[in-house]
């Protein structure tokens, strides 16, 4: 069983799932900076680029969004000599200038634009709506072969017009597998309103506009997150609370039940420690309750992992010492990858482990772990170095890319020069200076720490220096400069 919280502000929202007193998955959305997949836009096209297979969508974005083939709606055709289908060329699909209806699959990450599909679909309680489709789906999580047939019958009534126009495809989500005809009547009903309504917009916006807007964090709460697990959804403001009130009750019923205002007088957040939760999810080290720990670095390519012992040496021998961090260290890493959003490559370094059985066990676990998991995974098994490759879906940025920035001393790095290793750097662009230029005296503006280093440490290279190009070196201290930035003025 688990519990929701959140914590709503003008200008963000912030939700944590807690399970057995501690935080498994965290979600931030702020006003400024909500995420897009699921809006639909008018799109126009900027250009096409055949070697690629793909084309630039301006969609009134900051930059221009990003069309694959293989997203494009209807794109391909049936191959009846070999029995396969055959992509069309994007160039034969659209063009420059054309307009076309896009959904976001992808949000903007980084440097990337966001990834769009002509496939639009529309996401309800317990369906999502495909309009321009007619196939009836059913989500992989609904069980027994009978229980999906059954539920594909009943759509195929539900969703059956009388005026012979096209019904729109629909996939059935986890929730609707007890649901009855009336709720999935409902959603059938509420989803179709909203496509005509997207469709008239279409029609009547110019390109750029946008057409539809998915829903907020805290009604996606609702929509997505609760199920019979779930205890209470405790909301700390009473406006918000009307709001999501109306909301539940209009379109889930079930969860609007759950739905509870905090009046204590402590922040929400502090019930369960959750504000030093996510201090700790944007440290570059875990720390695990054996002892042992975890260091986490993120790059632009793929995410590494690292597992250590630490000061656990508890066990009867090395190798269970190994295993039991390890199994310790599935646990953890697993619900680091959901509370800091990691996603794309992830490489996991376990400790060396010289049993087989006790890879397996390792291996299962962290599998297990992952399973609860609501983004998609893949994991393979030990490479030849003893390296754990796996997949996680990457929809949105990463915790640590939401909240943080690139240190503006390190740039990034993760560490700086030292004070003497700028100190030879301003010594060597002296000399570079005194080569091309005949100033009456060169002046070193730096940090604190290398202009002491210069007069103590250094002073006889200094001075040995000016000797040799027959000019006077002068220093000033600059409060205001990082550790590695230094200005050389000519006097």
Known sequence: MHDILINWTPQETRVALIENGAVQDLHIERALERGLVGNVYLGKVARVLPGMQSAFIDVGLERAAFLHVADLHGGSHHNPKHDVAVQVPIERQV???QTLMVQVIKDPIGSKGARLSTQVSIA?????????????GISQKIGSAEAREQLRSRMQTLTATTDGSSPGGFILRTNAEDATDAE????????????????????????????????????RVLRDMVNDKTQTIRIDSKL?????KAFGEAFAPSSAAKLELYKGERPIFDLFGIEEEIARALARRVDLKSGGYLIIDQTEALTTVDVNTGGFVGARNFDDTIFKTNLEA??????????RNLGGIIIVDFIDMVRDEHRSSVLHEFRKQLARDRTKVSVSGFSQLGLVEMTRKRTRESLAHMLCQPCPTCEGRGQVKTARSVCYDVLREILREARQFNPKEFRVIASAAVVEMLLDEESQHLAGLSDFIGKP?????????????????LM
């Open 184 to 219: 999935l009547s409902d959603d059938i009903a509420y989803l179709r309103k909203a496509w005509a309504a997207i469709r008239s917009q279409g029609l009547a916006k110019p390109p750029g506009a946008l057409l539809h807007e998915d829903l907020n964090l805290a009604e």
């Open 240 to 244: 918000q609370y009307d709001d999501l």
């Open 95 to 97: 063009f420059e200038g």
């Open 124 to 136: 309800g309680r317990m369906l999502v709506f495909l309009p321009q489709d007619t196939h009836i």
């Open 330 to 339: 599935a646990g953890a890493i697993a619900r680091q990858l959901r509370l």
């Open 473 to 489: 070196i002068s220093l000033s201290t600059e409060p205001s400069f990082s550790p590695e930035h230094y200005d050389i003025v």
